[in-house]
């Protein structure tokens, strides 16, 4: 079984992935981090110098390419924020996983993301207020794709990892 793990920057989709694999006794894995070893290129250069339209077909690639290597095994996956605007990518994760949407408000993401924006590519040159309105736009383009290919959503907002994991060790 191979779980995926989705949901807006910031709502701890990595933490939540490598502590869940622990649980599960197995691996777990970051996309974004597939293809940055992939490319031999951080995603911000990735950005950069191939610009966002290359970097989510890549995310198409290397999703698919995982899925056909891993389908036998059990699995943890972290997703991109952005990796199921791609209609390609939300049948791959529907049809080939169990997918957990970590949900946290727009006023927790942006909070989060202020603390942390130079570390993300589509945010960090912005001042608070346009990283507002950019996490409101990213927001309403990116979440009917969570909410469409996830099977169990977990709302973020003022929970511990601990009780993350648990909502998610009684649903799975």
Known sequence: MIITLTGFMGVGKSTIASRLATYLY?????????????????????????????????????????????????LVVSLGGGA??????????????????????????????????????LVKDKTNLELRDEVKRLFNEREPGYESTAKLVVNVDHSSVREILTTIMNSI
């Open 26 to 74: 197995c691996n777990s894995l970051d996309l974004d981090k597939l293809i940055e070893q992939g490319e031999e290129m951080s995603i911000e250069d990735i950005f950069n110098n191939k610009g966002e339209a290359e970097f989510r077909k890549l995310e198409e690639i290397y999703l698919e390419n995982l899925i056909n290597l891993c389908k036998e095994k059990v």
């Open 84 to 121: 199921l605007l791609s209609h390609k990518n939300r049948s791959i994760v529907s049809d080939n996983t169990f997918c957990i949407y970590l949900k946290a408000s727009m006023e927790t993401i942006t909070q989060r993301l202020i603390r942390a924006k130079k570390n993300r590519p």
